[in-house]
């Protein structure tokens, strides 16, 4: 059935009401088509978008590189389980090893997957030593499957759901001597995110990563990086750990690795990956190939476009924005976090009104943890659509304190 031409937003909200399950808040807009950071809705609007795909969309709607390559491999083989060698999938591990840490790696199909495989190989590590506990950051994110979300250790999310899978241990965030001290002999691992995304984009001290490693390496303790949102060239590094070179034992990547098609990925050092046998862990569609050219699609387009140096030019574009936007309006911005194109505005007020306000002019951003404006810019943002959006920003945020 192909999508009617003259299907309308309101149909389809009343379809949506009728028959699907209603866990999300939506805003009551139909999107339809996408370009770089525009997009369209059904009735023909256009809005400037600087949270293309909830951070998914790293390369902006319909990157050409990796719409050629999915159309392309569409036509080849879609699906083939992972009974069968497959060329994308071994390329697009070499392409991530190499830019990583020499690891081997996991395919799967979200962030959740990957930290749940995470989570597994961490105990299937330590079991024979006894070391199963997992130790996570308060305000962290991991996802909604039911150990990632009991790695997320923030109450909002376990309520109803209990009882939570047990031998995890909560610490907060960016404090080494509360990772010290619950370290014991029956710690498998540490799961962290270099940067907390969802928890409101907060960016841990300079050697945050480099202490917990220490730590790790004294304590026969592994360190697992959650990079489902910083990995994957969206911090102006491949990787997040990149910046203060902590090299971890297991990182995980999702949202922006196949450039806006679903997919994860576990990367573990050799020694570590080798206790998974076969049987042990598995995914019916992960590193499936359509993924696979998409993620290495994307690839090449942050290479030959130059775009790790770009996303830090796109930061510091957005970063003299705002900076000049908080002397400006005094107490109404306490904070401004950014690192490549990983941006939190922390306000004073709540943040949902100023995203519906944007909303109404076309512009697309979105607010987490009450009072942080969050932007995930697509790498191919132009500066005139930065521009573009910090003045519709600046001009609501300036009514907002007036
Ligand atoms: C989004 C996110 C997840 C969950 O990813 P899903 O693909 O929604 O399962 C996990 N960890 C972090 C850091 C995230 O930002």
């Not at 995470?118 to 330590?126: E, W």
Request: hydrophobic share 40%; charged share 20%; with cysteine.
């Amino acid at each position: 059935m192909k999508p009617s031409a003259e299907t309308s937003t309101e149909a389809t909200i009343a379809q949506f009401d009728r028959y699907v399950i209603g866990n999300y808040r939506r805003y009551p807009v139909c999107l339809v088509r996408g370009e770089g950071s525009w997009i369209w809705d059904a009735e023909g609007n256009r809005y400037l978008d600087l949270f293309p795909g909830w951070g998914c969309n790293l390369l902006g709607h319909c990157p050409p590189r990796v719409v050629e390559a999915v159309r392309d491999q569409v036509g080849r083989l879609i699906h083939v389980p992972n009974t069968w060698y497959m060329e994308p999938q071994g390329q697009l591990a070499q392409a991530l090893s190499e830019r990583s840490f020499g690891g081997q790696c996991f395919f799967c199909n979200s962030g959740a997957e990957a930290n749940e495989a995470a989570i597994k190989l961490a105990r299937a590590f330590g079991h024979e030593r006894g070391r199963t506990k997992i130790v996570t950051m308060q305000g962290g994110f991991h996802g909604r499957t039911y150990a990632a979300l009991t790695a997320t250790a923030q109450p909002k999310y376990h309520e109803g759901f209990e009882p939570m899978v047990p031998g995890f241990e909560y610490v907060p965030f960016n404090d080494i001597p509360a990772v010290a001290e619950v370290l014991d002999d029956r710690t498998a691992a540490i799961l962290v995110e270099p940067i907390q995304g969802e928890g409101g984009v907060h960016i841990p001290s300079p050697d945050y990563l480099i202490e917990l490693r220490r730590l790790c390496d004294r304590r026969g303790v592994l360190l697992m990086l959650d990079e489902v949102q910083t990995g994957m060239a969206r911090t102006g590094r491949w990787f997040g750990y990149q910046h203060r070179g902590a090299i971890p034992d297991i990182l995980t990547c999702a949202k922006a690795l196949a450039g806006g098609i679903a997919m994860g990925v576990m990367i573990a050092s050799p020694t570590v990956a080798s206790v998974l046998k076969p049987g042990m862990h598995a995914s019916t569609f992960g590193g499936n190939p359509i993924a696979c050219r998409a993620a290495l699609a994307t690839i090449e387009t942050i290479e030959e476009e130059g775009l790790l140096e770009r996303g830090t030019a796109i930061g510091e574009r957005f970063r003299s924005h705002f900076e000049g936007l908080r002397h400006e309006l005094g107490g109404l911005i306490r904070e401004v976090r950014i690192l490549g194109t990983m941006i939190g505005i922390d306000l004073t007020i709540d943040a949902s009104g100023i995203v519906a306000e944007c909303l109404k002019r076309r512009l697309l951003i979105n607010a987490t943890h009450g009072h942080v404006i969050r932007l995930l810019p697509a790498l191919t943002v132009t500066d005139e659509q930065i521009d573009e959006g910090c003045s519709i920003l600046a001009d609501v945020l300036r009514r907002a304190s007036a």
